[in-house]
């Protein structure tokens, strides 16, 4: 996702840091990578790291896996000052809100998209679904900067949104992951794929109730089930030969976000007092794929 937003931003305006545990290659200043944009022809872009410069950012994106985000938070709170703009650009949910309590005192955003964007290959980067993206604020300082973000974020040319209610719209993609993603990787399967399948069809509408539940504890929102259904099979059949990011994960032994996803949902669904088998169930499906 960093690298899909570093294709659209102005040339100049974006530098890369790397995860704490990844070191650019010896010799090299910057990151280059062939991006193919939505509509338009092959480019390549070059982003410079932000260690080969002296410059310090107006505003930190965080793009990695939800279960790096604090990590990486950490790790890069010496690059920006106290009220540098941190937006977090994760799945599912928890971890922006963990960020949010850790430093309650910076102006930390989350942002919520529906731009698709693979990797086929090493060195390439496919703009592969258009979207739209919606940025709020989740600690009271953070408001003042939204505005900045949203101007920001517009000079790429992809739609950006302002949203107050960000929680709202974290859980509008939670639905989505929580009954496409892990379905996907226990079939290992495209999105559109599951629509038909058996073990599908048999936890849906299981999984619905369970997530209108539990959503409604945590926003005082009622979304019908059926109606969460009809979204989630929406999105399957739009992105039908598409491969979700868990699957993804599961096909290259690497840590998945289930935890972030239908986990959350688990959790949220204990502290509610909210029954969530189907959820516990696919979480754990999902962890004993992997070592």
Not at 7 to 31: C, D, I
Not at 182 to 196: E, R, S
Not at 241 to 251: G, I
Request: glycine letters at 8%; proline letters at 7%.
């Amino acid at each position: 996702m960093g690298q899909l937003w570093a294709g659209y931003l102005p040339t100049g305006t974006v530098t890369f840091v790397p995860r704490r545990e990844v070191t650019p290659e010896t010799g090299k200043s910057a990151l280059s990578y062939t991006f193919q944009p939505f509509e338009g022809p092959e480019e390549l872009v070059t982003v410079p790291y932000l260690l080969a410069t002296e410059a310090r950012p107006s505003l930190l994106m965080v793009t990695t896996k939800a279960g790096d985000t604090l990590d990486a938070v950490e790790s890069n709170l010496h690059y920006v000052s106290p009220d540098t703009p941190i937006v977090l650009f994760q799945n599912g949910m928890g971890c922006q809100q963990a960020v949010a309590e850790r430093w309650p005192q910076r102006p930390i955003l989350a942002a919520s998209t529906t731009e698709g964007a693979n990797r086929p290959t090493p060195g390439c980067t496919v703009h592969a679904g258009k979207g739209e993206t919606w940025v709020g604020p989740l600690t009271g300082s953070a408001t003042t900067h939204l505005r900045q973000v949203i101007t920001a974020f517009g000079t790429s040319g992809l739609t950006v949104h302002a949203a107050q209610d960000i929680h709202r719209r974290l859980w509008d993609k939670l639905i989505i992951n929580a009954g496409i993603n892990a379905f996907t990787a226990i079939l290992d399967c495209p999105n559109g794929d599951i629509l038909t399948d058996p073990f599908y069809l048999e936890h849906i509408d299981e999984l619905c109730d369970e997530i209108a539940k539990v959503m409604k504890g945590d926003t005082e929102e009622a979304l019908p089930s059926i109606t969460i259904r009809e979204r989630i099979e929406m999105i399957a059949r739009k992105t039908a030969r598409n491969t979700s990011s868990m699957r993804s994960d599961r096909q290259r032994s690497r840590p998945t976000e289930i935890d972030f996803i239908n986990g959350y949902i688990v959790r949220r669904g204990h502290v509610l007092g909210v029954d969530v088998p189907t959820n516990q169930m696919l979480t754990n499906r999902i962890k004993q794929l992997l070592p």
